[in-house]
């Protein structure tokens, strides 16, 4: 009842049948495929998903401001909606909900983002509120000049 070797590294049982050796390969190439369509995927959507509000902003010379972290943002769009980051707010809401975030620690430049199809004194109206709040470090956002 013993066990003999028979040419190419199969064993015979005591049956007669034949006990293939277990494969010990890891094939690579559909995980690499995988990891390739990941990767383009990512690529393609990850600038999509920092793209906030629509805002067609005016054209300027002017340089830009150092990046100081994450800035906060009013948008006004070209419909006269007003947004702090993604949240709509009503004109009246809108110093309220500011003092909610400074109240939680937030001291940085804030920053108004103003549609171009909106008038300058729809901007100048929100820009006044946050500055009768309180809040001196106001920038306006603008699209830098193709020229």
């Known amino acids: 009842m013993g066990a003999s070797m028979q040419g190419g590294g199969r064993r015979i049982g005591a049956t007669g049948r034949s006990r293939a050796r277990p494969m010990a390969e890891i094939n690579v190439t559909p995980l690499v495929d995988v990891m390739l369509v990941l990767l383009i995927v990512f690529m393609v959507a990850a600038p999509l998903l920092t793209v906030g509000i629509s805002v067609d902003l005016p054209e300027?010379?002017?340089?830009?401001?150092?990046?100081q972290g994450?800035?906060?943002?009013?948008?006004?769009?070209?419909e006269g909606k007003i947004f702090v980051q993604e949240t709509e707010v009503a004109i009246n809401d809108l110093?309220?909900?500011l003092e909610a975030i400074a109240g939680a620690g937030y001291d940085q430049r804030i920053y108004i983002r103003g549609d171009q199809a909106r008038s300058y004194g729809e901007v100048m109206?929100?820009?006044g509120r946050i500055n009768s709040a309180g809040f001196r470090r106001i920038g306006l956002v603008s699209d830098p000049s193709l020229q």
């Open 95 to 97: 110093v309220p909900r």
């Open 125 to 127: 109206q929100v820009m």
């Open 60 to 67: 300027t010379e002017a340089a830009p401001i150092p990046d």
């Open 70 to 78: 994450e800035p906060l943002t009013v948008t006004i769009t070209g």
